[in-house]
């Protein structure tokens, strides 16, 4: 059965930035937002240690030493102007967040309590400055239940667990609408808009050791870039250092930003040989390598692929209450107490830096000269705006999602004010169901969780945190084998109603698509910088290589394309902590 | 080791009622429960449905009753769950399809207790100044994730489902005793009624329940002496 629905506004994904648009959409548009979740179970709600702004409550802080630091971060590859809105903006938006009900951690004098991160500096990079605006260490947690709580004040449209499948474009290249397939009943609808927010999060479930959700499979770019969006720098995918050993849990960067001590199997503080000034809090990408060096080196503990996150000196009272999450998390799945022991890490599938490509109002960029495609926005972590380049800061994601959420949020909505109905595509749900109906009867020969734990291993091994032309090229190879494969499997589960089955099968092959093109990219780049380390072209290679990638995928080959980087305030140095 | 589950199934396509099955997985004594569901699902019966996201503990989406009692799947080990593993959906809540149940009903209870600060005040510039003793009078409840883990355990709630349940009573204490929030009295004035929070019967299933650690129990006696005393300003 078919269903149509026409709303001016639709949001895909209901994390913080999908709310944040909702909740700015709503209030100039009529809007609906679709997830394939319920609101509160978004992988925003798992983030831990804070939200990065210049508030200045506990030191001096300057909007622009935070927009340094981004840049610096970034390794020179974020769009400056883009930053610099980000980071002008955020303070603003924090204290939006508290008026909504958000609730902060206090200092004693009441106001917003803030406190150290990795790469966030006072005076361009002097020394570490008490920056991430923290509610004890479920920061991501207060955060989208704050702003799933002002969506139902504000009586915003929710449609909870329906899978979006399908985009629509007008022939003209207007963005028109979505297909979605409501899990309970397996019933298609046809969503027509007149403007689409993509806020879908990422695909961490690419590889092996992750943080992210089992959900996080990359749908909404993988549909953009089946319609023939580009993908901005996809070959830039962050490792947290401190993920649970084995299981990708995170363990806050907050530990460090307290005091905790990474060592190696001889105790060593390693982090002082690697970055002598910032030490363990220099930036995710510099610590989730050393780490990877010691390991190499023989100096993981008792000679395995992880290194002890160290916060037995914090004291109980500093571990329960600023790190609670964390100490229950090593509780509940290893048995160990922080206060006591040290902490088993190792680096952990993280962030996106790349996605969708758009400008600073979330519009979605169709090439890489920046032209639009009309009606259709993205923010949070599925769009590259670029303002995490290379490599993204410790708090940046939460700020990138509320500014630039709600700034999709607002030019949405002005653009579904000021424009008629797009026509709709002559077919809709066609393909999609022809689709769905060919998976369901076929009988293949393979297992969707075969498929998909020989992507992740491959994805790794070889297009992890370092990385060789050799490698890559492996699993380019054996990833275009995979995507044949994932076309000849059996789905299971035959039936209409809460079909999880077929659902995993699409999200593989999503995954597949993006692995794809990540793979792709990051072979082409022959460069070292920031995420994306090459152990055959080891440096950073500005003359050549201080560029966006946009790929796409035309006639079944991926293409690649490159657009210049906006350096507007600080001209690329050599990076060091 | 090898461990026997015991799903509660039922398709709603095919099942006139639902029935056990029963699986054999190979575990880590360090796997979830959520781990061995997956092993069901995805190499013995791909039909096998429920609801799973964050995998540790945070997004509340894997609420189910093991071996009798409420938890989330990603938060118990197999290690602890003996030769057999009983995994049923979420008891009282209309049932979709096998593990997965209708959360609509718990979620209209949860938006019927105000759940957003409301305050129209707002400073000239910067946030709303709050004490930090202020801050901790309400932290315990700000950690619900609404899995409904506690709600679903309650025998008031089984005896009546249109008990408005503890995890609504905890969204709403979580504002009412934010000194930032003016409207506490809607709220208590919501929990005063016939179904509100007079069913508590102190019986603390919630409390073993909450995979969050929150004192649930507790939350709900402070609304009900807020309703005898009324509120400290």
Known sequence: MIHTHKFETIVVGAGGAGLMAALYASQGSDTAVLTKLYPTRSHTGTAQGGIGAALGNLEEDRAEWHTFDTIKGSDYLADQDAVDIMCQEAVEVIYELEHMGLPFDRTPEGKIAQRPFGGHTSNFGEKPVRRACHAADRTGHMILQTLYQQCIAHNVRFFDEFHVLDLLLSDDGQATGVVAYEIDSGDLHVFHGKALIFATGGFGRMWEITSNAHSLTGDGPAIALHKGIPLEDMEFFQFHPTGIYKMGILITEGVRGEGGILRNRDGERFMERYAPNLKDLASRDVVSRAIYLEVRDNKGIDGGRYVHLDATHLGRQVVETKLADSAEFCKTYLGIDPAVEPMPVQPTAHYAMGGIPTNVDGEVQRNAHGDVVPGFYAAGEVACVSVHGANRLGTNSLVDLVVFGKRAGKAAAAYAQQNDWAELPAETWEPTQAMLQKMMEHDGQYNVADLRAEMQSLMMDNVGVFRTEEGIQSALTRVRELQECAQDITVMDKGKRFNTDILEAIELQNLLDLAEVTAASALARQESRGAHSREDHKDRDDENWLTHTYATKVDGKVSLEYAPVSITIHHPKERTY | ?233
Not at chain 2, 17 to 33: A, I, L, N, T
Not at chain 2, 35 to 60: E, F, M, N, P
């Open chain 2, 1 to 233: 080791m090898r461990i026997q589950m015991r799903i509660r199934r039922f398709n709603p396509e095919t099942d006139s009622k639902p029935w056990w099955g029963e699986y054999w997985v190979d575990v880590e004594g360090s796997d979830r429960v959520l781990d061995a569901l997956h092993q069901v699902k995805w190499y013995q019966d791909g039909t096998l449905t429920l609801r799973r996201s964050c995998a540790h503990g945070i997004c509340g989406s894997d609420a189910m009753v093991i071996n009798g009692r409420n938890a989330l799947a990603c938060k118990v080990l197999m290690q602890d769950v003996g030769d057999v593993c009983q995994v049923e959906p979420l008891r009282t809540m209309p049932l979709i399809k096998d593990l997965v149940v209708d959360m609509e009903p718990f979620f209209a209870k949860y938006r019927a207790v105000l759940p957003y600060l409301i305050n129209d005040q707002l400073p000239a510039s910067g946030e709303r100044y709050q004490s930090q003793e202020a801050r901790e009078r309400y932290d315990d409840t700000t950690k619900c994730i609404l899995c409904a883990a506690c709600t679903t355990s309650c025998p008031s709630f089984w005896a009546n489902e249109d008990y408005i349940g503890p995890a609504a009573i905890v969204q709403a204490h979580r504002f009412i005793f934010d000194d930032r929030d003016t409207a506490a009295d809607l709220r208590l004035r919501v929990l005063n009624d016939v179904d509100g929070v007079w069913r508590c019967r102190t019986v603390f299933n919630c409390v073993q329940a909450c995979p969050r650690e929150i004192d649930v129990t507790r939350a709900i006696g402070e609304v009900k002496l807020a309703l005898i005393n009324g509120l400290d300003d």
